[in-house]
């Protein structure tokens, strides 16, 4: 009948409707603003070989004075020609002697976190190779929900700027957090580039998906009693 064929048709369009909702819902990341350092308010970065002391790039602002924003084949004091990291494109450099730490975060919470969740968080750094007026050895503390891990030592290259990639993995105790980065060894000069933060071993499922595949798991039998229905009309 009418009434039959009707009910099972919107039982069934609902079903498809919600299947989308979860693919949707499930997508769900840590959102980092510019982790690539690529843009400052909008613009483009800084022209190739210099820096801006004192400046990050947009989505970024500067916790303690002064780190710098690099573009491609930038020269530190008695250092080669510093390469771009894998994440290509401008990074970000922190700076210290004993008593000023530099230090840069990010401009707003960053969203988008599941509580209870593993995340990793991501970056490539590098140690600022062959200034002879750094250590041979930096490393950056990340914080974030209030908890502060240190980065592996980054070692001088030599002659060459050596990246590498790291990761640190935090538990989220909070839909939202602040996030910054400092150097955390004295009389040295290190990078970072290509921030990104994503749940550990996937993507994590967020509240709202477990209630859309209950409302999905009741419209199947529905369905199927409707076209049950139908057949023996």
Same mark, same amino acid.
């Given at each position: ?40 308010n909008g ?18 602002? &500067? &916790?303690?004075?002064? %780190? ?17 990291? %894998? ?85 989220a105790t ?15 000069g290190i ?19 477990? &209630? ?22």
């Open positions: 009948s009418f009434p039959t064929r009707r009910s099972s048709d919107l039982a069934f369009a609902f079903f498809v409707t919600l299947s989308c909702g979860l693919m949707v819902s499930s997508a769900n990341a840590a959102t980092i603003v510019n982790g690539s350092f690529n843009d400052l613009g483009t970065g800084p022209n190739p070989g210099l820096s801006h002391n004192g400046t990050v790039a947009q989505g970024w602002t &500067v &916790v303690a004075p002064s %780190p710098d924003w690099a573009a491609p084949g930038f020269n530190t004091v008695n250092a080669p020609t510093m390469t771009t990291s %894998p994440d290509g494109g401008n990074w970000t450099m922190g700076y210290s002697n004993t008593t000023i730490f530099e230090s840069f975060g990010a401009a707003a919470p960053v969203t988008g976190f599941v509580i209870g969740t593993t995340y990793d968080l991501s970056f490539y750094q590098a140690h600022n190779s062959s200034d002879s007026s750094f250590n041979s050895s930096g490393a950056w503390d990340v914080t974030l929900f209030g908890t502060t891990l240190t980065s592996s030592l980054m070692v001088d290259g030599g002659n060459a700027q050596v990246w590498s990639l790291e990761t640190l993995q935090f538990v909070a839909t939202t957090s602040a996030l910054t980065f400092t150097v955390a060894t004295a009389d040295t990078s970072i580039d290509g921030i990104s933060i994503t749940a550990a071993g996937g993507v994590v499922p967020e509240p709202s998906t477990f &209630v859309l595949f209950a409302l999905g798991a009741v419209c199947i039998p529905l369905y199927s009693r409707s076209r049950k229905r139908k057949k023996s009309a």
